[in-house]
């Protein structure tokens, strides 16, 4: 029996009860019964499977995104694990280590970088790196700067000024940093402070110049030989007795 068919039964089984009259055969109102108990089974089964696979589905959704956030936690976790290493060894480095952003700002300085300079390193957080120079310092600077953002990586020396006013002598190397697409965000760079290199190297050389000055002024023959016989350091007087001999 259709829905319309049925309909229909039923309305009449209604109006002639209603109407005092012989109530029609009661088979049709049976197969209504029947075709609906029919649809209301048919419906439930097809609702409980429904159910069924909605929990399957939800479950094994369930499943893939607690993989997922495991996987998460796991290279999160090793990722932290990486930052605080690297932590560690950036501000165990004897040699000084400075970010610097777009806008030359320190983002960040190791230890040994702001002791080098007579700060600590929160004190240089976010100042311009030219805080830390002289005039001719920052004219430098801004060239070298400049070059970072053409993307140039270098080694130079450069004097800054520490927070007593007294000045440092450090060797520079120095590249710029790039974001994913390429663009300038900053630059980074290792600095050794070479002071006392640099005295030593001064003292030496002001030694040298008072040794050639005596031996100069000396009318005594001086010669070194190096281990091949060559004659490396002589003065005056050995050139005079040599052209003597020789010339």
Known sequence: MSARDAQIATTTVLASSLAGDELPPVAPLYNLLDWMMGLVLAASAIFVGWLVTLRR??????????EELDRRERAESALRASEHKYRLLVDNLA???WHIDQDARTTFA???MAAMLGYNAE???GRPLFDFMDARG???ATRY???RKDGVTERHDFEFLRKDGSRIYTSIETGPLLDEKGDFTGAIAGVQDVTAL????????HSEANLHTLIESTD???????????????????????HALFD
């Open 123 to 125: 004190e240089m957080a």
């Open 95 to 97: 040699q000084g280590i």
């Open 220 to 242: 005594d023959i001086i010669a070194l030989r190096n281990r091949t016989g060559e004659v490396v350091v002589s003065n005056g007087s050995f050139a005079r007795l040599y």
């Open 138 to 140: 920052v004219e430098l």
């Open 145 to 147: 700067f400049e070059a």
């Open 57 to 66: 589905v939800v479950r094994q959704r369930t499943r893939e995104l607690q």
């Open 198 to 205: 640099r005295a030593t190297t001064e003292a030496l050389r």
């Open 110 to 112: 190791n230890p040994a």
